[in-house]
Antibody, heavy 124, light 107 residues
């Protein structure tokens, strides 16, 4: 069974940093592109970032929403079947439930599984 | 950026009804669109992986159509457990963009 389990959320002051993690299991992590998507309370979904699949040879591609570019960094550790999101210079508008998700490719393949999310609250 | 316009934003229908939700893309996205269901407090669940194909394990009362710029999700014979939010997601180009969502309420 495919499982994606996010962690690392919490309360942080504006300007602070947080590192989210997503532990993947039940599938070959190397074969999948991975995504972060967020949802503010009562709002719609917003794509945050995508990292390409990586078999150790292929160049890793990273993509970011303009709203987080330069502040957030997506990374993956295939040996640990884990996805990460380093979030710096956090703003109140970054407050949201952050989901990790997977797809077979960066584009042209739909997201097919989602985690349960981890809540990030940016407030003083 | 590709804008996804989803309508209606909410609807109320009775058990057994047929409902249709539409997503329009601001430019052609071939069939690179998925439909998802989200029950409050739960993670999104994929319904239609491409514009018209059904995800395994998803009831056949859910169907999707469209390509290019106009896409529809139809639920026939609406059931109480279909009370949820539904949204589309285009995966044709970055940034990936979502429709605004449709909240389906059962009368």
């Amino acid at each position: 069974e495919v499982q994606l389990a996010e962690s690392g959320g919490g309360l942080v002051q504006p300007g602070g940093s947080l590192r989210l993690s997503c532990a993947a299991s039940g599938f070959n992590f190397d074969d999948y592109a991975m995504h972060w998507v967020r949802q503010a309370s009562g709002e719609g979904l917003e794509w945050v970032s995508t990292i390409s699949w990586n078999d150790g040879w292929k160049t890793i591609n990273r993509h970011y929403a303009d709203s987080v570019k330069g502040r957030f960094t997506i990374s993956r550790d295939n040996a640990k079947n884990s996805l990460y999101l380093q979030m710096n210079s956090l703003r109140p508008e970054d407050t949201a439930l952050y989901y990790c998700a997977r797809s077979l490719g960066e584009l042209s393949f739909p997201i097919d599984s989602w985690g349960q999310g981890t809540l990030v609250t940016v407030s003083s | 950026d590709i804008q996804m316009t989803q309508s209606p934003s909410s609807l109320s229908a009775s058990v057994g009804d047929r409902v249709t939700i539409t997503c329009r893309a601001s430019q052609g996205i071939r069939s690179d669109l998925g439909w998802y269901q989200q029950i409050p407090g739960k993670a999104p669940k994929r319904l239609i992986p491409a514009a018209s194909s059904l995800q395994g394990g998803v009831p056949s009362r859910f169907s999707g159509r469209g390509s290019g710029t106009e896409f529809t999700l139809t639920i026939t014979n609406l059931q109480p457990e279909d009370s949820a939010s539904y949204f589309c997601l285009q995966h044709s180009s970055f940034p990936l963009t979502f429709g605004g969502g449709t909240k389906v309420e059962i009368k």
